[in-house]
């Protein structure tokens, strides 16, 4: 299998992957570290847990998030034109085909999922490839393609993994003291496992919300530079964004908790702590990306 692809390489990306990387595993070992001190005599007991939920999260993850988003895969008989667009794709970048799937959903959206480039789907839902021209779906496939390319899917699984962990050991802990009663001579520490908990989940979350809008930049631009067609994936992109306030909010909000996974968010926020919050990065910054493309292109 092909270890390389003519996707554009994006050293920042590489880069702040690797940081982030480093920071959440710091965080990691401190907050491991501080549950084996709080817990000196289930040392055991936290090793399993978090081997146990490591695992879940690394080789489940994706499949639950397919699963709920409804994704089926399809051949190329059930579906001719989504097969050619990721076939010419794959053939222009240099990369083994994924899977193919479809998500029966009016959310005009697509998404990758997949722990390694061989366990990959790309998947399409109806609504997307009803709204969209061939170039502009193209645009948009390609940037899911890029997210296996770069694996930033296993990369933003690993890293979404810390905050897994002090969830569930603040509710673990909270659940602890509630079964104990609030007079039990350990009530301190049982106060301290949650605020630390609380701490390292804020932070491991703040973390992969900063790669994850880099990452989404860093597929825009590669798609961009693969279909040489800036416009294209613009042009999707306010389609997409405009087609999303006439979508039921009941299905907005089902949808929401999966925006990492998203082409793009199913909401998204002007404000400030919005921004700072959330797993996209404006529209407007993903356009003015795009238009620099074009223009470094000398396209109009």
Not at 134 to 159: C, F, K, N, Q, Y
Not at 244 to 272: H, K, V, W
């Amino acid at each position: 299998m092909a270890t390389r692809t003519r996707f554009a390489p994006d050293r920042g990306l590489t880069g702040r992957m690797v940081g982030t990387m480093f920071l959440i595993g710091l965080l990691y070992v401190v907050f491991v570290g501080v549950l084996i001190a709080l817990l000196q005599g289930a040392w055991l007991l936290i090793v399993l847990l978090v081997g146990g939920l490591f695992l879940a999260q690394f080789y489940f993850s994706d499949r639950i998030a397919a699963y709920s988003l409804g994704a089926r895969e399809v051949t190329p008989e059930q579906a001719p034109e989504l097969h050619g667009a990721v076939d010419r794709l794959c053939a222009l970048a240099d990369m083994p085909k994924p899977k193919v799937a479809i998500a029966d959903s009016d959310l005009p959206n697509a998404f990758a999922t997949g722990r390694s480039r061989d366990k990959a789907v790309v998947c399409a839902t109806t609504g997307l490839l009803r709204r969209l021209e061939p170039e502009e779906l193209e645009g948009v496939l390609a940037h899911e393609l890029s997210h296996v390319a770069h694996r930033d899917v296993a990369v933003m699984t690993i890293a979404a993994f810390l905050g897994v962990l002090a969830g569930t050991v603040t509710r673990i802990a909270l659940w602890s003291g509630l079964m104990r009663g609030g007079g039990d001579r350990n009530a301190p520490l049982l106060l301290l496992i949650p605020l630390v908990s609380a701490l390292v989940y804020a932070l491991s979350f703040l973390l992969t919300r900063l790669l994850s809008r880099y990452r989404e930049l860093s597929a825009d631009r590669a798609a961009a530079l693969l279909t040489g067609r800036p416009s294209s994936l613009a042009a999707a992109l306010t389609k997409i964004t405009g087609q999303m306030g006439r979508i039921p909010t009941r299905d907005l909000r089902r949808a929401e908790p999966f925006n990492a996974f998203f082409f793009a968010p199913a909401f998204s926020s002007r404000q400030s702590l919005g921004r700072l919050l959330s797993s996209h990065p404006t529209l407007e910054q993903r356009l003015d990306q795009l238009r620099r493309i074009s223009a470094q292109l000398g396209q109009p």
